[in-house]
């Protein structure tokens, strides 16, 4: 898709509403907090608003998070919607906001979101994260240390600290500039991706040992359920990381985690490591995501879900194994 000339488009918007997609991750935090500072400081005039729903405290190192608006509360005409992250089925409450915009601007990456629902799109399937799409349309002389702890949080978040097959030769050489910032990324990395709070090590203790290998080891299950998080005191955003951890389990070509959301309805996480790819599955029921990182939500007891999602990577695995067997003859 063709690149798209950012401040161009927004220089004579008075105001500017910037939002992701709910429950925000890393990507989607830090592609709109950098946004946020950028817009703030290329155009001093507009007023510029961030409205998402309400972060994982873990991002509360970026400059502007004690600024984000989640009670997506507007209290003048939108003249620029910039729709970060995500296709406007996503954006929450924020999607009437968008609607009502005088003109929309969709900035994304996931393979779900081909085309943009904006006026204006910036769309680009494979690349790593939307926040690599960001610092591609960002004037260079705008961008401080701050942005660039933004935008380095939301590609190390939706690489997998540079892991997943979404990492190009083009991330790293975006991320070596981006640390030519000064910024203590190491220590970013730690806060964000791998510090735990205690319930949340005792959550995924409970569902590292809870879990079930199926499909000839192939494949990783485990849920918690209301009771457990009730049992906590958590919310969701204490499950962070769980299905990550699943993933790298020897031999397991593809993790699922999930959490009951209410009654025989599960939110399901969705990795996979090589061949599997996730977001046909989570897209089979109405979700979405990456190649190897996906999601949805189903309704049923944990056993539907299992084995309704398990015959969709089974329809995968069958076709890569008849590959790999014509390839050998």
């Known amino acids: 898709m063709e690149k798209i000339f950012l401040l161009e488009e927004c220089k004579d918007a008075k105001t500017i509403l910037i939002s992701g997609h709910v429950r925000p ?22 007023k510029v608003q961030l409205c998402i729903e309400e972060p994982s405290e873990v991002f509360r190192c970026i400059q502007g998070f004690d600024e984000i608006d989640s009670t997506y509360t507007v209290d003048s ?16 409450e924020a999607e009437e906001i968008f609607a009502k915009a005088k003109k929309r601007i969709n900035i994304d990456h996931h393979i779900s979101n081909k085309y943009g629902c904006g006026d204006v799109n910036y769309v680009v399937p494979g690349i790593s994260s939307t926040a690599e799409l960001v610092y591609e349309l ?33 991330t790293l050489r975006i991320a070596a500039e981006l640390i030519e910032y000064g910024f203590d990324f190491s220590g970013l990395i730690d806060k964000t991706f791998y510090e735990k709070s205690y319930t949340q090590n005792q959550l995924l203790g409970r569902a590292l040992l809870e879990s079930i290998i199926f499909m000839d080891g192939k494949c990783i299950v485990s849920a918690i359920d209301k009771k457990t998080l009730e049992f906590y005191n958590a ?30 309805e599960y939110k399901v996480s969705l990795r996979s490591r090589k061949y599997v790819d996730v ?14 990182a996906a999601g949805c939500t189903i309704n049923g007891t944990f056993y539907d879900v299992v084995n309704n999602i398990s015959g969709q990577i089974a329809l ?7 590959n790999a067997t014509q390839e050998m003859k």
């Open 25 to 46: 991750d890393g990507d989607c935090t830090g592609s709109c907090l950098a946004m946020y500072l950028y817009l703030k400081k290329a155009l001093p005039t507009a």
């Open 77 to 92: 005409e939108v003249d620029t919607f910039i729709a970060l992250d995500c296709d406007k089925s996503r954006l929450g």
């Open 138 to 170: 960002m004037e260079k002389q705008y961008i401080d240390v701050e942005i660039a702890k933004a935008i380095y949080i939301g590609i190390t978040h939706d690489t997998g600290i540079f892991q997943y097959s979404n990492t190009s030769p083009n």
């Open 235 to 264: 919310t969701a955003k204490d499950l962070d990381g769980i299905v990550n951890q699943l993933r790298i389990t020897k031999g397991v070509e593809c993790a699922i985690f999930m959490y009951a959301t209410g009654n025989l």
């Open 279 to 292: 977001s046909k599955v989570a897209a089979f029921f109405g979700g979405g995501g990456h190649v190897r």
């Open 316 to 322: 995968q695995m069958k076709a890569y194994e008849e």
